[in-house]
């Protein structure tokens, strides 16, 4: 029997705002956490000793954030419900000696950062953000949300080819300008310093990157359609952490419920906050210890937890139709889509299937089945990496979007809450 929905157009209109103010991974950790702690929740640092008094906790640690709730009741062994997300999407960083320029030109050094469509970032108004280390070893975030730089396109008089065939050369052709003049080393980490309200000497290093400055917004005759930046993965990370906040205070369920958003899946999530790193084992191996559970409990809890990998996947593209699978077409606006691939890069099985589909009826939501192409190579996504890592039943599912990868990205407009209805539902089974 289906339930309420929870969540309706007003989720996607939160989304907008997220996705806007969460230029990096820090800032959506950052923005994730904020939410959690006007729901009750309290953070946790991992130097210290952890209690095992029930209620909403999380750890934050640099672009990833682990979050969990312990209801009433529970024992050490009580088995986990997990959304899992990541927080990175493909874009540009800034490298180490930022300052540089030709020709006349001042320009900022980045690097590509994951499989990121690099012609979605030319001739755009970009901004920069990111994070400051300071010499005493606290961070500082800064989010310059302004037009700041542009990778220009070289114009068509000057190559005339360039409508047969795009190709752009990753060093040489995608170094934004962002002024007129010679560079001159500390530019950029002066222009940092008065934008954080620092002085340029205490600023050791930084994490940055640079973004689309054009907000999220509504698309097509009917606004059936939202067009954002970072929609894989942020799409996600927001709607787990109003599912968790909602199962929260649904009252007393049978798991925990857990969102665990990872940096670094764009690039193989083999960091300290990655998927494939420490992280998720060493908090729920840690929950457990709190609540005076033993090595034996932690196996038990750990034998009955399912995970949702919750990530973007390919809608049915209507320029490009014969790459897909011709008897899987997701569509927008479809519902969530279970994800599958027989060669483990998506990590569903048929008894995921039947838990996925469950969450969806009860909550009262449609979902749509996604295959690639046998002739088109599989991308994956943080769940065979959970799966493996952790031995957690892990099942593959997400949105429909079209230009995934793009600087902005296009998902219909009620598949946003739709997911957060179904993560809702899981998590409080």
Known sequence: MSTPSRFDRGHT???????????????????????????????????????????????????????????????????????????????????????????????????????????????????????????????????????????????????????????????????????????????????????????????????????????????????????????????????????????AGAGNPSYIPVLAAFDHEENGSQSDTGADGPLLGNVLERSVLARGGTPEDRARAYAGTVCLSSDTGHAVHPNYPERHEPGHHPMPNGGPILKVNVNQRYATDGTGRAVFAGACERAGVPWQSFVSNNAVPCGTTIGPITAARHGIATVDIGVAVLSMHSARELCGADDPFLLANALTAFLEA
């Open 13 to 247: 209109d939160d989304l907008a705002s997220f996705l806007a103010a969460s230029p990096t991974p820090y800032h959506a950790v950052a923005n994730a956490a904020e939410r959690l702690e006007r729901a009750g929740f309290r953070r946790l640092a991992e130097t210290d000793a952890w209690d095992g008094d029930g209620g909403g906790r999380y750890v934050l640690r640099g672009g990833a954030i682990i979050a969990w709730y312990v209801p009433g009741g529970a024992t050490p062994a009580t088995p986990f419900r997990i959304v899992g997300a990541h927080t990175d999407s493909p874009n540009l960083r800034v490298k180490p000696v930022p300052d540089t320029g030709a020709a006349g030109w001042r320009q900022i050094a980045v690097e590509i950062y994951g499989g990121t469509l690099l012609n979605t970032w030319l001739d755009r108004d970009l901004g920069l953000a990111g994070r400051l280390a300071l010499r005493d070893g606290s961070t500082r975030l800064v989010n310059a949300d302004r037009p700041l730089l542009r990778v220009p396109q070289l114009a068509i008089h000057l190559d005339r080819e360039v409508n047969s065939g795009l190709k752009l050369d990753r060093q040489r052709h995608m170094t934004p300008v962002w002024g007129l003049g010679e560079p001159r080393e500390g530019d950029l980490v002066d222009f940092l310093a008065a934008e954080a309200g620092l002085d340029a000497a205490d600023i050791a290093g930084w994490d940055l990157m640079v973004h689309s400055i054009e907000p999220p917004a509504y698309l097509g005759r009917d606004r059936e359609l939202l067009a954002g930046p970072r929609m894989d993965n942020l799409l996600s990370v927001h709607a787990g952490t109003a599912a968790l906040i909602a199962a």
